[in-house]
């Protein structure tokens, strides 16, 4: 029914060191959907976002994006120090060859960011340089949207309004997301499938469909239904876990 | 109160031992030609001081065309060095050659093989001050964040883009680290190419005279070079340590620090 963004085909990754990041994995993420591969470090999800990013070139299989628009955002805000935040959110503008900055003003409103333009990234705390590192991301209008742990530097207070803002803005924009976390609630919180992963080789043990009401506020995250649905997806993390143990 | 102590410590410090070394000159006799009194260094600085001057000018010259010279060419070659792997290990060694290479046992080929003065001052300084200059840059060069240069990588930015927007502003402190480092090398590249050079010319240069007024022990006269020449030193390092600052203050580290 819904538009393919993005297909992996028995997608495989071996690192030169011999090590076996990704064993061949098939999946598929339907357009403007949300995503969260969730796992513990090692099981390849970041590998996984690399290789969907293009950063990464598969050892065996394909992948294809429906799209090549895409913006990512990394664990760290990963800022040029030097550069203020307007000029960081331009950067990919610029890249292009563009020269007007009134999208990369636009992207910092969205992210509520407006006074703080001219403000270089030692000047703003560590939620705000994650904002701007997702204005930055999204400037280009892009379809697709690539998220490696973003939220996990942050305290939970500022993690909470950044999901609730993330969540707000992919529901406007209807962007592709595709976001790795190593919290569970975060992904259920976010997401309307979550992809769980297992270390050693990495790949893909359960995907789960969220089945929770579109609207969700903050106090959400207290509800049956949520905390259920989280229960669900940690049952299924510790089982691949806990079967990999035992195999070792 | 601590910002008072910061300048007039050092400046007691200094006025103390300067007069400990007047008394310890007169209460002893010492002849001038041994160790004169800072008096008579003074006197000297005073009475030479247009001739000095017109000497001093000299050397700064040399000094600060070395320095632009090595800052280009220095620049320019950590930029090669960088793009190219295989220049880097083909090159680099060279580099280094010229760094360990005492200047003292080239200046004299050079004296040979180049007529002009000015240029043999010229050669001898920059090589003296270039070295800092390639390595600091090439590091500087080297260390943009992975994350970054993945970012560019994913808009497809080209090798000119990312130079000019990642890795240049990334190398700018360490070139400057490197750059002050160079300033004070110039100075003594500069120095030791004119004492090898000798003492022929009216205005050669303050070392040369340096070098003349202690051969006659005119030794007032050799110690107000020296101060000239210490001077000079200090000013040229302050005046690119507030360069490095005004370059630096919006976002480095290593200058935010200082304006509070």
Same mark, same amino acid.
């Given at each position: 029914m819904s538009e393919t963004a993005v297909a992996l085909r028995s997608v495989a990754k071996n690192f030169?060191? &011999? =090590?076996?990041?990704? %064993?061949a994995t098939d999946l598929s993420i339907a357009e403007g959907s949300f995503v969260s591969l969730v796992g +513990? *470090?090692?099981?390849?999800k970041s590998t996984l976002l690399r290789l969907i990013a293009g950063l990464l070139a598969p050892t065996t299989g394909t992948i294809e994006r429906h799209d090549d628009r895409m913006g990512f955002v990394f664990q !760290?805000? /990963? #800022?040029?120090?030097?550069?203020t935040a307007l000029e960081n959110v331009a950067l990919p503008l610029r890249l292009n060859?563009? /020269?007007?900055?009134s999208s990369a003003r636009h992207a910092l409103q969205r992210l509520?960011?407006?006074?703080?333009?001219?403000?270089? +990234?030692? $000047?703003? *705390?560590g939620g705000m340089q994650m904002r701007v590192s997702i204005a930055r991301a999204t400037v280009t209008s892009p379809r697709l949207l690539l998220m490696d742990?973003?939220?996990?530097? #942050?305290?939970e207070f500022t993690r909470f309004r950044l999901n609730d803002d993330l969540r707000a803005l992919w529901q406007k924009h209807g962007w592709t997301v595709v976001f790795v976390t190593h919290s569970v609630q975060e992904a259920v919180f976010l997401s309307q499938r979550v992809i769980v992963m297992s270390p050693r080789? &990495?790949? =893909?043990?359960a995907d789960m469909r969220i089945d929770l009401p $579109?609207? %969700? %506020?903050? !106090?959400? %995250?207290?509800s049956h239904t949520f905390i259920d649905q989280c229960a669900c997806v940690s049952t299924s993390l510790h089982a691949a876990t806990a079967a990999q143990d035992s195999a070792a | 109160m601590r910002a008072a102590g910061k300048v007039i410590l050092p400046f007691l410090f200094g006025a103390l031992l300067l007069i400990i070394w007047e008394v310890a000159i007169r209460l002893n006799h010492i002849p001038q030609f041994i160790l004169p009194a800072p008096s008579a260094i003074a006197i000297s600085l005073w009475k030479d001081g247009p001739d000095l001057l017109r000497n001093l000018s000299v050397t700064v010259e040399v000094t600060l065309v070395a320095l632009l010279l090595a800052t280009i060419t220095g620049v320019a070659i950590a930029v090669a060095l960088a793009q190219w792997p295989l220049a880097e290990r083909t090159f680099f060694p060279y580099a280094v050659f010229i760094q360990v290479t005492p200047i003292v046992t080239i200046a004299p080929f050079i004296i040979i093989w180049v007529e002009n003065i000015f240029v043999v001052l010229l050669i001898l300084a920059w090589m003296a001050a270039v070295f800092p200059i390639i390595s600091n840059t090439l590091l500087g060069l080297k260390s943009a964040s992975a994350n970054l240069r993945e970012l560019f990588r994913l808009y497809r930015a080209s090798r000119w883009q990312t130079l000019r927007r990642l890795l240049i502003p990334t190398a700018l402190p360490y070139f400057l680290g490197g750059l002050r480092i160079s300033g004070g090398l110039a100075l003594i590249g500069t120095v030791v190419a004119e004492m090898v050079a000798g003492?022929?010319?009216?205005?050669?240069g303050l070392a040369s005279r340096l070098l003349e007024a202690s051969y006659r022990l005119e030794l007032p006269r050799a110690m107000a070079c020296f101060v000239l020449l210490s001077a000079t030193g200090l000013i040229l390092y302050w005046a690119l340590k507030v360069l490095s600052h005004r370059l630096l203050r919006h976002w480095h580290e290593s200058a935010r620090g200082i304006e509070n």
């Open positions: 030169p060191n &011999g =090590i076996e990041a990704l %064993r +513990p *470090s090692g099981c390849g !760290d805000p /990963t #800022l040029m120090p030097w550069a060859g563009g /020269t007007d900055d509520g960011l407006d006074g703080f333009a001219g403000a270089y +990234p030692h $000047q703003l *705390s742990e973003p939220f996990a530097a #942050l305290d080789p &990495g790949g =893909i043990v $579109q609207e %969700r %506020r903050n !106090d959400f %995250r207290l | 003492t022929s010319g009216a205005q050669s």
